[in-house]
């Protein structure tokens, strides 16, 4: 049996694995809701974009909102990645991790001043601004600690990246970005501004994009700008960051390989006369997302008239894409068995309708069976939360027989360490 995402989750006869590592001995081990990465997986998946890229001034940086765990970022910046960060909590983890500032952009909507302030402390690589305002404020903190910040504006090339609303950035009606007709003068402005320094131009439209054409209008879209800029002299644009983006397969996508976009966007680059400026990405899913599954044990099985459930020790709380996007993700058993499967929603102890992982899944499981939650590596344990006060799951990283765990499981008392009774 084939499964989607990673080669590096597979059968062995009726045992899962990830790498060499049986997923039922770690969930015996470490305990389940359990998430288990390959780190074989992510580095292959970074290898793509990097063989790709090889001969071109380029900045490959992970977009670490998909998985930000300590020993996921090591592993990202020992093989010469960046990063992508959107909050000061992320800044604080890449210096944790002895990752390069220098190697870091700085995105998002709202950036705070106290991070603004620390980002310009930590020598960030480049601040992608998105409003008039945050320019505003970033000039003047600059200014007031004798620093320079380099910028790039996040032009909003509204173009459809064809993928679910809620992960859908580069529309008119989206709230990021700068509009891009609105994109010179607000480019005229920065350069004027004191403390700034005009460096790139990038955009991000989307996530889980599965065709290469919404990234080569939006790449035009920028393109046309970047030639307003310089025509009018306003600044010299060193970067193109074409942001991140790229879709897995969680059932039957077939999404472009990483270096398959890459070269037909530096192809675009150059067809267009563009080629001596560095490009950058900010992949986040496309390097994490096939690498992790989720492990959980099967609680209890109800086998009514209209459905049948299969209530399992992981939850919405744990995996919230399905409950928040409808998103499918892939559910097998940890065990195959030689049995008869029959048709489950896969669920979760949480108390709520909208507390399910997968819906009419054909299984062959039993109780105290475990199961896998495929391509859980992206936007899993970095949304969880502890709804019904559940600790969080822990994780663990493979690579080849060796496992590591990466984060141990949350207690009951860590939840509510900093509440306290009042009289
Ligand atoms: N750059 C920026 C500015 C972003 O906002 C994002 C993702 C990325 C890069 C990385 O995009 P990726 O390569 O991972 O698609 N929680 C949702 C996905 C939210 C994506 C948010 N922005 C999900 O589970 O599908």
């Known amino acids: 049996m084939t499964l989607p995402g990673s080669p590096h989750v597979a059968y062995r006869g009726s045992e899962l694995f990830v790498d060499d590592c049986r997923l039922s001995d770690l969930a015996q081990r470490f305990g389940t809701p359990l998430y288990v990465y390959s780190r074989r997986s992510m580095l292959a998946a970074l290898a793509a974009y990097q063989r790709a890229l090889v001969g071109r001034k380029h900045l490959l940086c992970y977009a670490m909102k998909a998985n930000s765990n300590l020993a996921v970022l090591q592993t990202f910046a020992r093989a010469g990645c960046g990063f992508d960060i959107v909050s000061g909590g992320e800044l604080e983890r890449v210096l944790a991790t002895g990752g390069d500032p220098a190697k870091v952009v700085f995105s998002g909507v709202g950036k705070t001043r106290a991070e603004m302030q620390r980002a310009l402390q930590a020598g ?17 903190i600059a200014t007031a600690s004798q620093r320079t910040a380099r910028v790039s ?139 992790g599954v989720l492990l959980s044990e099967v609680l209890a099985l109800k086998h009514g008239e209209q459905k049948n459930f299969c209530i399992v020790d992981a939850a919405m709380n744990d995996l919230v894409r399905p409950a928040m996007y409808e998103a499918w993700m892939g559910i097998v058993p940890c065990t195959l068995r030689d049995e008869a499967p029959r048709t489950y929603d896969v669920v979760g102890p949480v108390c709520e309708s909208g507390d399910w992982l ?66």
């Open 124 to 140: 960030v690589r480049c601040f992608n601004v998105e409003s008039e305002t945050e320019l505003e404020l970033l000039s003047k």
């Open 153 to 291: 504006l996040r032009v909003n090339p509204d173009v459809d990246a064809g993928t679910h609303p809620y992960i859908s950035t580069g529309l008119k009606g989206n709230k990021f970005g700068i509009a891009h007709d609105q994109a010179l003068a607000v480019y005229r402005r920065a350069a004027r501004l004191p403390g700034l320094e005009v460096v790139g131009i990038d955009c991000h439209i989307g996530s889980q994009i599965t065709d290469t054409s919404p990234y080569l209008d939006a790449l035009d879209r920028l393109l046309d700008l970047v030639e307003a800029i310089e025509a009018d002299g306003i600044a010299t644009i060193h970067h193109v960051d074409v942001g991140g983006g790229l879709g897995i397969t969680y059932t039957d996508e077939s999404p472009p390989a990483a270096d398959v976009l890459v070269m037909a966007l530096l192809a675009r680059i150059d067809a267009r006369g563009h080629g001596h400026r560095e490009v950058w990405f900010e992949p986040g899913r496309s390097l994490v997302g096939t690498a």
């Open 358 to 423: 997968g819906r009419e899944r054909a299984l062959a499981v039993r109780e105290g069976d475990r199961i896998a939650v495929l391509s859980a590596g992206a936007y899993g344990m970095v949304m969880a939360s502890n709804y019904n006060t559940r600790p969080r799951a822990a994780e663990v990283m493979v690579d080849g027989d060796q496992a590591w765990l990466i984060r141990e499981r949350e207690e009951v008392r860590d939840l509510f360490a900093r509440e306290r009774l009042i009289e």
